[in-house]
């Protein structure tokens, strides 16, 4: 599944400071971190997807015991 569409491509021509800008579309610049990841809950069904729970997430990354 890609990443967020294509939203998230790096265009290795540009300088690097150029290439942090994550696009939520063509002409968009993301406004923050919460719209990129409402795009992406968006598109998960698309991929046959879902957003991990805390519980899943945890179990998929190496993430300390919930306190």
Do not use: K, W, Y
């Amino acid at each position: 599944m890609p990443r967020c569409g294509r939203s998230t491509t790096i265009d290795e021509t540009q300088p690097p400071s150029h290439r942090l800008n994550v696009r939520l579309d063509r002409d968009r610049l993301a406004p923050s971190n919460a719209a990129l990841v409402r795009r992406i809950v968006a598109l998960c069904p698309e991929h046959g997807r879902h957003p991990a729970a805390v519980a899943e997430a945890r179990a998929l990354l190496p993430l300390p015991a919930a306190a």
